[in-house]
């Protein structure tokens, strides 16, 4: 069947779009991608996969998952992570379609639209004009959780910053917009995760991007600018009950019930799981319940309410859930992607406009 370019990348964008609106629309996106890329034929371009340097070790790493799944007991958790890493099929699926220059920013403006579509819904919603509440009733989230949020709007504001360098998709004036548009939101919401990732890397990304004399003049006023964020007595607020819980965190504590103390109990038990299952892990799902396990054996400090099924830690939570096999595999897949990256940094552009 003959599906227009237009549609079909339209198709493969809608995933993105509704990540920050919501998780079963963008599974039900997911699914109309598949069908329509089924239909299309492009799968049988499937050997062009071969020309990426990331096809195996991602390859390997979903079928490891899977694996995983052989010695898991918690098959909820254990399908939740399969399918999580399944979703490199979105990977897969764009190395043999037929990318042109006008598709690749088509691709970006749906990801963009989503999360402003996100954050006019938010604003509305906290000001009582839509009758819905926020998620988690969190003033100006949307319908994103907090966490996520604050780290799809550093992802989307560090690719802004590389377009006003490149001057590739938007004007000067735009991506400005866009900039204060998502650092407005930014700084009304609790996510800490964002807002620590975004005041890290601007600098490195601004040092990377602007060579000569502005290498050092502008990463120094990126930091200044991102450390303004520090000015609002919300975020100010925010990081400063992260650091009063970081601060008075105890392993010897008899439980746990600060946001960030959590976090520091499941990278403490990711590391402890991946000591005791050093090769094979827990099995692909068994992160929670094998977590339970050491809190009631006491080697760590209980958690009331602690839900957690990673170890707050990509590599931690690799290694204690499939073993070394599988954070090695996680670190090829990184190091695949991030050398192809690295090598195309300064090329937006794909194919012919």
Request: charged share 10%; glycine share 8%; aromatic share 16%.
């Amino acid at each position: 069947m003959r599906i227009p370019d237009p549609w079909l990348f339209s198709f493969y964008a809608l995933p993105l779009f509704f990540f920050p609106l919501s998780t079963a629309g963008s599974g039900i996106a997911m699914g109309l991608l598949l069908l329509a890329y089924g239909f299309s034929g492009h799968w049988r371009n499937w050997r062009s996969i071969g020309e990426r340097s990331w096809w195996l070790p991602w390859l390997l790493l979903m079928a490891w998952t899977a694996i995983g799944l052989l010695w898991t007991s918690n098959m909820f958790f254990g399908q939740k992570v399969f399918v999580s890493t399944f979703d490199a099929i979105f990977a897969f699926i764009g190395a043999t379609l037929p990318w042109q220059e006008r598709w690749v920013k088509w691709v970006i403006r749906w990801f963009l639209a989503g999360i402003l579509v996100n954050e006019a819904l938010a604003f509305l919603m906290t000001w009582k004009i839509l009758p819905w509440h926020n998620t988690d009733w969190i003033p100006y989230t949307g319908f994103c959780d907090h966490i996520f949020l604050s780290l799809v709007i550093a992802h989307a504001v560090l690719w802004l910053v590389y377009d006003q360098k490149m001057q590739w998709n938007f004007s000067r004036s735009v991506n400005w917009l866009l900039i204060f548009l998502l650092l407005t939101q930014m700084a009304l919401t609790p996510g800490r995760s964002g807002q620590v990732l975004l005041v890290l890397l601007l600098p490195v990304a601004l040092f990377l991007l602007y060579p000569g004399r502005w290498r050092w003049a502008l990463p120094l006023v990126g930091f200044l600018g991102a450390m303004l964020l520090l000015a609002i007595p919300e975020v100010r607020q925010h990081l400063m009950v992260g650091v009063h819980e970081l601060v008075s965190f105890s392993p010897a504590q008899a439980d746990v019930k600060t946001s960030w103390g959590i976090r520091l109990v499941a990278m403490w038990g990711g590391a402890l799981l991946f000591w005791l299952h050093p090769i094979f892990g827990v099995g692909t799902g068994d992160f929670y319940p094998a977590v339970l396990q050491l809190q009631a054996q006491h080697l760590l400090p209980a958690t009331p309410g602690f839900i957690m099924n990673t170890a707050a830690n990509s590599f931690l939570s690799e290694a204690a859930s499939l073993g070394i096999i599988g954070l090695a595999l996680f670190l090829w897949v990184l190091w695949a992607i991030g050398r192809e990256s690295w090598r195309a940094r300064f090329s937006p552009r794909v194919g012919s406009s």
